[in-house]
């Protein structure tokens, strides 16, 4: 019976052939889940493991941290970039005044009426072809005084009665305050008898020449303003 017991014991403590075969040459039980490489050289298997180790470090740091890093780079730089703005055009400056009104043209028949007018004592503005509001009063009041149809502008009817009838100068009131201030102003002597003669155009034109306007010897409303101011006159 002892030696039952004992052969009992004996086989459960033998090892098996599995566990055999998977002992080192030490017969250590150590070496039991290592290679024989690592039994043999553990000191340079832990080197070339590190190596590895570090090698996948490198590998998952370009393929999971630098790719995203780059896309976040260029997303960066698409925001801050600035966005062109459209051009727009500056609007075209409108023309002057000057350029889109037409200057006015000299109208050789209402020069001839106006000169016809003031030798007749009906206008006293100067003979320029130009129509205006003065030479429209002046030709109105020569058709009332001639009996003919009040239009307020020239016509070859209107010249026909200027040429027939004769000279007979009007007096002006406007023309006798402007002789008067030149007489006062020592432009004269001139007779104040509201008509305009050769001697009172003269005397405009010199009274025009020192005061720096422009010699026209007719009565202007520059002319009139600037005489009444230097004679300190009221004229009409």
């Known amino acids: 019976m002892a030696e039952r017991g004992g052969s009992s014991k004996a086989r459960r403590r033998a090892p098996t052939k599995r566990q055999i075969d998977a002992l080192g040459d030490d017969g250590s039980l150590f070496s039991l889940r290592l290679p024989a490489i690592v039994r043999e050289r553990p000191l340079d298997s832990f080197g070339i493991l590190l190596a590895v180790a570090g090698a996948g470090m490198i590998v998952a740091n370009a393929t999971l941290l630098q790719t995203p890093l780059h896309q976040r780079s260029r997303a960066m730089d698409d925001i801050q970039a600035p966005v062109p703005r459209p051009t727009v055009s500056a609007p075209a400056a409108p023309a002057s005044t000057a350029q889109t009104q037409a200057a006015p043209v000299m109208n050789p028949s209402v020069r001839e009426a106006q000169a016809e007018l003031g030798r007749r004592g009906f206008y006293d503005g100067p003979a320029d072809g130009l129509m205006g509001p003065k030479t429209e009063a002046a030709i109105r009041a020569f058709e009332t005084r001639s009996g003919l149809q009040q239009t307020g ?38 007779q104040a008898d509201g008509l305009m003669g050769d001697g009172t155009r003269t005397a405009i034109r010199r009274f025009e020449a020192r005061r720096g306007l422009p010699q026209r010897g007719e009565i202007t409303q520059a002319m009139v303003s600037e005489l009444s101011a230097v004679s300190g006159m009221k004229l009409p």
């Not at 200027?162 to 406007?174: C, D, F, I, M, N």
């Open 153 to 190: 502008q020239t016509s070859p009817q209107l010249l026909n009665a200027l040429r027939k009838q004769p000279v007979a100068p009007q007096p002006s009131e406007r023309v006798a305050g402007v002789q008067r201030a030149l007489n006062k102003l020592g432009f004269g002597p001139l």
